[in-house]
Structures are given as structure tokens and as C-alpha cells.
């Protein structure tokens, strides 16, 4: 099964991916602690709000390949004024 990933899209996940990376490396390099470890949880918090953020800015749409749907005429409950017949 092949998954069609809309070139905006990925654009915009990558976007997000690398401003995480960079935070994360921010992190580590400010990091007062003995362990020089990144903060992963603002990275990925930040990433994530890239995306957001341009995805609401973009529009994230998913498109298909499926025919508009036609709407169909239903038929009224009440009779017509020429359907009565005098008798």
C-alpha cells in the first residue's frame, strides 16, 4: 500500500523536524547541568507547534481522488394540486 504524503505537507513536517533539532542542540549547548544532554521534551514541543502553527498558516488538506457526490431529488411526501381529480 502506498501512502500519497501531499509535497506542502512534508514541507512542513520537515520544517517542523529541523527547528526541533536545532532546539535540541540549543538546549544541550545551555544545559547548566554535568550531563550535557538536550531538553527532548521542549524539542519536541517546539516541533510540534512549528507544525501547527504552519499547518493553521498553509492548510493541511487532505485531497482525494473521489467524484463529487451528486445530490439526488427526493421525492415530497404531499401530492401535487393536479394529481386530485374532481369526483
Not at 512534508?10 to 544532554?37: D, E, N, Q, W
Not at 492548510?59 to 427526493?74: F, H, K, M, Y
Request: aromatic share 6%.
Amino acid at each position: 500500500m502506498t501512502v500519497q504524503i501531499d509535497a506542502l505537507n512534508a514541507l512542513i513536517f520537515m520544517a517542523g523536524c529541523v527547528v526541533a533539532y536545532f532546539v535540541y542542540k540549543h538546549t544541550r549547548r545551555s544545559h547548566s547541568g554535568p550531563v550535557k544532554t538536550g531538553d527532548v521534551g521542549v524539542a519536541i514541543a517546539t516541533g510540534l507547534s512549528v507544525i501547527l502553527a504552519l499547518g493553521f498558516l498553509f492548510g493541511l488538506s487532505q485531497e482525494t481522488d473521489a467524484p463529487p457526490t451528486t445530490v439526488q431529488e427526493t421525492p415530497s411526501a404531499t401530492a401535487s394540486p393536479s394529481m386530485h381529480t374532481a369526483s
